[in-house]
């Protein structure tokens, strides 16, 4: 069954996302060593449904190339998968270039596993935590999900452990943490 995303995020643009249950991809779907499971297309995808009727360059590419689904993002910060969608209102953007400020889209980053928590997972108690049955911060298919308290959510954790060394390796692959002082370059 797919729903309509402003129903549980209303500050989203109407009638334009919807949420399947299953049958999309993950972010991990082209990594090498990826488990199968990253493979499948199992996943709970968002969809556009909806394009303002413009007269720009890419309306005949909406009509006709659009992708199955919103592609998610991740993040060394974040790890969480997340979409950035379009809100309801404008917001003013500065730009150095440019003497006067433009307006944009208003836009919502909502993590994926919070989506569809709200979509698919009943929350007969109103708890505030949307908790992964399994630790894996990267599995939001419906059946790894449930709500819960705070309490409940970090329970067994030990703390959020920082591996510096994990973060450290991600920077030197991304050519960061060179340590060059600013007169050597």
Partial sequence: MDYKLETSFPRLLKDTYIMHQTGGFHPFLNVADAEPIFKQDCWPFIQRIHWPQTQDAATEWRKTQRAKQINCGTSVMHIYPYVSLQGIGKRETFKKDREKPSWGQDSHTIKMHSAVA???????DNKTQ???????????RVENLKWGTNKENHTGR?????DFDVIHKICKIKGWAKGVLINEI
């Fill in 118 to 124: 709200h979509m698919f997972v009943p929350n007969p």
């Fill in 130 to 140: 949307v908790c992964h049955i399994n630790d894996d911060p990267m599995d939001y």
């Fill in 158 to 162: 030990g703390g959020d452990q920082v």
